[in-house]
């Protein structure tokens, strides 16, 4: 079976530029989860999605951030404009209802802003 | 508080030696979810086990084994004999309800030839 999918694995933008990071997660899956991961602060959750509805958005960092669910089989986290420190590798996670704390990772998106 | 320690940043040992990596957790939480993901130089997040609060047995899975005491609160992983691909970044994670997700640092393993 198929993990979950990141698009692109690598990004390269110039600051002010909007970013689109995509994610396909494993097929049945009910949560979808967005985590970022930087030297400095180690794996942070962003947001998860639940039946692609947003559930806590807390720990997304500002309104620079957006992330949608338009399906059970895709989802994006948009930034824009993005800023230096939004460099990190961006992990797209996906989990069933019945056992939803175990969470499958993607590969990762790793985003270099210039 | 709730919090993940692994106090241990780097560690290096020589292939075929058992290695323990610890954690530490901090939670108010009496329902919580603790995991072990491995990181390899590739990068992906690649999970290894899943302990729920209430069961503090301890599993063994080929050279792995997890050791879980809630006394202590500690969930320590026990590689045996190990081998260079065990190489990697290892994370223990806690997940407290409502998806509150909290990672380590990290322990990052060096297995030599």
């Known amino acids: 079976d198929a993990g979950v999918i990141q698009s692109p694995r690598h990004e390269v933008t110039e600051m002010g530029q909007e970013v689109t990071l995509r994610c396909k997660p494993i097929s049945g899956h009910d949560y979808l989860f967005w985590y970022r991961q930087t030297m400095m602060r180690g794996l942070e959750l962003l947001i998860y999605f639940n039946n692609n509805v947003p559930i806590d958005d807390s720990g997304m960092p500002e309104d620079r951030f957006s992330a949608k669910m338009p399906n059970a089989s895709f989802s994006t986290l948009k930034i824009q404009p993005s800023e230096p420190r939004d460099s990190a590798v961006y992990f797209c996670?996906?989990?069933?209802?019945?056992?939803?704390?175990?969470?499958?990772f993607g590969p990762g998106t790793r985003l270099l802003v210039l | 508080a709730q919090k993940v320690t692994q106090a241990q940043t780097e560690i290096s040992v020589v292939e075929k030696e058992d290695v323990t990596l610890d954690c530490v957790y901090e939670?108010?939480?009496?329902?919580?979810?603790l995991f072990w993901y491995k990181q390899p130089p590739s990068g992906e997040l690649v999970f290894l086990i899943r302990?729920?609060?209430?069961?503090?047995q301890n599993e063994i899975s080929g050279r792995y084994s997890w050791n879980f005491q809630k006394s202590t609160s500690s969930f320590n992983f026990t590689i045996t004999a190990s081998q260079v691909v065990d190489s990697a970044v290892y994370f223990c994670a806690l997940i407290r309800r409502g998806f509150k997700t909290i990672f380590g640092a990290g322990t990052r393993l060096f297995v030599k030839a």
């Open positions: 996670a996906s989990s069933l209802d019945r056992e939803r704390e175990t969470q499958y």
């Open positions: 939670t108010r939480d009496t329902t919580y979810y």
């Open positions: 302990r729920n609060s209430f069961d503090e």
